[in-house]
């Protein structure tokens, strides 16, 4: 048996779970030795509380180390609630080339990943983070941070949709609204689906709707209506993409009242954070940003020993692969994609806000940089001001970073100006040559 950590718990049992959509199957290893066990537990809350409930009885209630593959999801969730039960998550890749090398013919089943699941936990969980999941608070703000994130992706793809429909037989719209997802445009074409349909609509009707919505220029959008020409007459393409217009239109306004729920609530969970007022003072962290920063960090201090495991965990810091005389930097291949794009963006709009931070950027792409490897860069730094606010629970101040800055690069100034002499000085009975800065 590995030799445990002095912070963790003295384990009864190591569990893993190769996990699937109906059943799960398992394999044990008791600390007081014996055979191995396995077996298979369905998906289900009744078949997963009786499978805990036999092990905690088992074991009298004693901590139990549980590996899977994945940090989140039904097994996860329904696990969390067990308190014997504590999950060290391993990432798919992981598994994947622990499989390869150990399995070179390329077999895989489920029994088999379980198997190599627990050698996993058994001999290489130093490697592993056990999951301590952080407040409800902040996993509910990362949630709705995540989804909202989702929903709009589907606003965008069914915003795609209606496009790609209006050319067919109604471009118009696309000239008449700047947005055609926008929900002046999406109430036109459920009132008047075709060109047809809005021409034959009498003036009153059309300055009315236009003044309801707030519309400029009312005069010359019904002067564009009357002098429209029809794209085509043929009346297949007409119904059929008027029909599918219609639908897309009402699953965006679907769409856009979900994400208003969606922003309300995180709102209400941001603004109540006890850690609101450090990410509110990051310039370029808006009310889009500041909630995904603070589900980015969380509330676990100890969760991040240092900014270096922030750059790294995000995808932010570059990795360097090297091999005799040849050295390769390039991006990170395994990375939450949604965290790094949340720290890229808030680099990105930092850069209107902060001082520093533009002079930063440009002075990158001055370098031959390209605008999102200068980004990048950008992120990298604002990271490790962003880990010792979080770490002193301290707002950020601009001028506290500028004054830094400008004494640095005296620092390096008066360095590089310093005259160097050469002497030879006598030193445990050897001659040794010493510079000395004036």
Known sequence: MPNQSSSEPQWAAYVAID????EHV????????????????????????????????????????????QSRGPVVFSLTKYSHLHLFPVHPSTLAHFREAMVPSGAKNDPGDTRL??????????????????????RELQFLVENRRRLVDDRTYFSNRLIAQLKLYFPQILRWFYKPASPVACDFLLRWPTLEAAQKA????????FAKHNCQDVERRMEEVRKAVCATHDQAVIRSAMIM?????????????DISHCEERIEQLTKSHPDFAIFDSLPGAGDALIPRLIAALGTQRDRFASAVEIQSYSGVAPVVKQSGNTKLTHCRQAYPRFLRQTFHEWALHSILKSTWARAYYERQLSRGKKHHTAIRAL??????????CWKDRLPYVESFHG????????????????????????????????????
Not at 382 to 388: N, S, T
Not at 403 to 432: H, M, P, W, Y
């Open 26 to 69: 398992w394999e044990m290893q008791p600390v007081e030795g014996g055979p191995c066990e396995s077996g298979k537990v369905e998906q289900t809350p009744e078949a997963i509380e009786i499978w805990a409930s036999q092990l905690a009885t088992r074991f009298n209630g004693r901590p139990i180390a549980v590996a899977l593959e």
């Open 117 to 138: 699941l627990l050698e996993l936990l058994l001999h290489h969980r130093a490697r592993l983070r056990r999951l301590q999941p952080d407040t409800e608070q902040t």
């Open 403 to 438: 004054d830094a800055q400008k004494k640095r690069s005296a620092e390096n100034v008066s360095t590089q100006n310093a005259v160097v002499e050469l002497q030879c000085k006598k030193v445990a009975g050897f001659i040794k040559v010493v510079a000395v800065n004036y």
């Open 379 to 388: 992120a990298y730094k604002w990271i490790r001001i962003l880990y010792r």
């Open 245 to 257: 217009v219609q639908a897309t239109v009402r699953l965006i306004q679907t769409v856009h009242q």
């Open 19 to 22: 996990w699937a959509d109906r």
């Open 202 to 209: 009498t003036p009153r009707a059309l300055k009315t709707f």
